[in-house]
Nanobody
Framework: QVQLVESGGDSVQAGGSLTLSCAAS??????MGWFRQGPGKEREGGGH???????LYASSVKGRFTISRDNADNNLNLTMNGLKPDDTAMYYC??????????????????????WGQGTQVTVSS
């Protein structure tokens, strides 16, 4: 059974940190990424990791968020520092089926990701 399960969402104060985790099972992941959807906003990409661990970040999170992956465990993490109220959103993990990868210099479309998690909520208060 193919599954992506996110965890780690919480409510924090501005300036705080959180680490989200995504556990993939039932398939071998190629490119993996994090998306988010804030209240009243469209879903947007936060960043992704190639299967080799090369990462790309959206400008809104670059320098504050770090993506890491453990291919042995098919896991993807998102460490978020310096959180802002604008980071409040439902965070989704997404993955492509191996060997489909992603570019380290340009973002893939949402439709290119075959598998999605249910999301984990992050709320940042000022």
């Amino acid at each position: 059974q193919v599954q992506l399960v996110e965890s780690g969402g919480d409510s924090v104060q501005a300036g705080g940190s959180l680490t989200l985790s995504c556990a993939a099972s039932g398939f071998r992941a190629g490119c993996m990424g994090w998306f988010r959807q804030g209240p009243g906003k469209e879903r947007e990409g936060g960043g992704h990791s190639t299967s080799a661990g090369r990462t790309l970040y959206a400008s809104s999170v670059k320098g504050r968020f770090t993506i890491s992956r453990d291919n042995a465990d098919n896991n993807l993490n998102l460490t978020m520092n310096g959180l802002k109220p604008d980071d409040t959103a439902m965070y989704y993990c997404a993955a492509k089926q191996w060997p489909n990868s992603c570019s380290p210099t340009s973002f893939s479309r949402e439709a290119d990701f075959a598998y999605w998690g249910q999301g984990t909520q992050v709320t940042v208060s000022s």
